[in-house]
């Protein structure tokens, strides 16, 4: 079975500062890996995905995400935080053979003037 | 495309009531079908998952069900609801053999008094 760690529960942000929510995961083979996006009362959106490949990966509304097999994260990234984007994220890991996802706990981006 | 409903929006029920809330998603056919509970400060818990109609599997043993009467409705009920059930409930479907990418409802808001 998969696992999903996100260590940080809240982290704040200056607007226009640079971004990096953590995830980590746990599985033995090559994960698909996600990041989501919750904002206040609404269902969640798909920023980026990971399948295989370029372990560079970019989203919508300016996200990247990275893979990194040897550390087993899967850190997203922005250069620039707008204040926009204060909601929760969501990293979530899949695999084959898997009907289901496995959910990290959510990071709250508080995003500071 | 694909979209996704779910209604009600929200929810004001007594304790002991029953419950049904309605899923469905247009645009695709034989989808996986999910249902959540996000409980506040709890992150994401998967409750049931369809692979097929009147195929239902269950995640977490609880006074909730689930079922599929069509290929693209999937219902979450209750004959009497508890306080523990308040939440937000969320609907999510993905296609088959497509490494699980989920695109999740607007949700119910469900407050039980």
């Known amino acids: 079975a998969q696992s999903v760690t996100q260590p940080d529960i809240h982290i704040t942000v200056s607007e226009g500062a640079s971004l990096e929510l953590r995830c980590n995961y746990s599985?033995?083979?090559?994960?698909?890996l996600f990041w989501y996006v919750q904002s206040p009362g609404q269902g969640l959106q798909l920023l980026l995905k990971?399948?295989?490949?370029?372990?560079l990966v970019q989203g919508i509304k300016g996200f990247e995400a990275e893979f990194k097999r040897s550390q087993s994260s899967f850190n997203l990234r922005k250069p620039s935080v707008h204040w926009s984007d204060a909601a929760e994220y969501f990293c979530?890991?899949?695999?084959?053979?898997?009907?289901?996802?496995?959910f990290g706990k959510g990071t709250m981006l508080l995003v500071s003037p | 495309s694909q979209t996704i409903h779910q209604w009600p929006a929200t929810l004001v029920q007594p304790v002991g009531s029953p419950l049904s809330l309605e899923c469905t998603v247009e645009?695709?056919?034989?989808?996986?079908l999910y249902w959540y509970r996000q409980a506040a400060g709890r992150g994401l818990q998967l409750l049931f998952y369809?692979?097929?109609?009147?195929?239902i599997s269950s995640e977490v043993p609880q006074n909730l069900s689930a079922s599929r009467p069509q290929d693209r409705q999937f219902i979450l009920s209750s004959k009497k609801l508890l306080l523990s059930d308040s939440g937000f409930y969320l609907c999510?479907?993905?296609?088959?053999?497509?490494?699980?990418?989920?695109?999740f409802g607007p949700g119910t808001r469900l407050t039980v008094l």
């Open positions: 599985y033995g083979a090559t994960p698909y």
């Open positions: 999510a479907w993905s296609v088959q053999g497509a490494r699980n990418e989920q695109f």
């Open positions: 645009g695709t056919s034989n989808p996986n």
């Open positions: 369809s692979v097929g109609i009147g195929q």
């Open positions: 990971y399948f295989s490949g370029d372990t």
């Open positions: 979530a890991v899949g695999a084959v053979g898997y009907s289901t996802l496995t």
